[in-house]
């Protein structure tokens, strides 16, 4: 079984910056696919980013396209660095993997069998 472990989250004023991160246990960029969402209280968890194995391919919502980027760190682990932060863009954020068996990525909650816990992103205005 795979273990994600977020890190990162924090409390900055809009237009900051914050640099999320999942480390992955047993995990290579050959083997897992990996992806981004976010739950703000009272709504739905939703995407944010996602990357394929290898990092060869990535994906965005339109809400952040432009301002985040997702991709592969050291060993076992992905980063989301997050630029020109919204409130809008307070939410818990939660790293997700899916062991690879194409070269997609994935954008749907239904496509992962793993989560992280969360770390708890907060913009004030």
């Known amino acids: 079984q795979v273990q994600l472990i977020e890190s990162g989250g924090g409390l900055v004023q809009a237009g900051g910056f914050l640099r999320l991160s999942c480390v992955a246990s047993?995990?290579?960029?050959?083997?897992?696919?990996m992806g981004w969402f976010r739950q703000a209280p009272g709504k739905e968890r939703e995407f944010v980013a996602a990357v394929n194995w290898n990092g060869g391919t990535s994906a965005y919502a339109d809400s952040v396209k432009g301002r985040f980027t997702i991709s592969l760190g050291r060993a076992n682990t992905i980063t989301l660095q997050m630029s020109s932060l919204k409130p809008e863009d307070t939410a818990v954020y939660h790293c997700a993997a899916k062991p690879a068996v194409s070269h997609n990525y994935y954008t749907s909650i239904d496509d992962y069998p793993y989560w992280g816990q969360g770390t708890q992103v907060t913009v004030s205005s």
């Open positions: 047993a995990h290579t960029s050959g083997t897992y696919a």
